[in-house]
Structures are given as structure tokens and as C-alpha cells.
């Protein structure tokens, strides 16, 4: 998500939407544009992603990461393009 990929919905029908078993918690939550039918963003239940926009130290992709937390509870990032872990944008 950067300003221009934004910038393209201004002014359109943006709605939140979610997905899973009636009467549980969404396994998934997504910000939509139902006038050209994009997701903006979506969140899974039990991962968290991220585009930082930030450099991968072993790819040098601007990379999305995904998010989890190492057992002190210290956020750790995997890089989807290559799987790098690294714990370096905290
Ligand atoms: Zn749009
Ligand atoms: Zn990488």
C-alpha cells in the first residue's frame, strides 16, 4: 500500500469487509474498494503482514513481511520474498 495505489481509490466505495464461520471471529478482515474490486489490505486472524517499504537485508526487495512473535514476545519478520527472518525493524 504506497500513496499512489491509493491515491488511484480517492473518491471511491471503500468498505470492510470479513471472512469465516458465521458466529466466530473472521479469519480474515480486508479493506476493499467495491468500485474496482481491490483489496487494499487484509488481515489474517492469526499472521500479520506488513509492507514497511523497507530494504530486505539479504534480498534487497522492498518485501511484505510476516509478523510473529518469538516466545519473549519480540517481533519477528520473515521476508516473503527470500524467508529471511530477521528482527531488525523494531
Ligand atoms: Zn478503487
Ligand atoms: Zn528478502
Redesign the pocket.
Known sequence: MDYDFLR???????VIVCYGGENEDPENIAIE??????V?ADVHKDEHYEKHGLECPSCLNESEYMIEKDDDGKKVYHCLECDYECSMFN
Do not use: V
Open positions: 488511484q481509490h480517492i473518491g471511491h466505495e471503500i474498494c467495491e468500485t474496482c474490486s481491490t487494499i
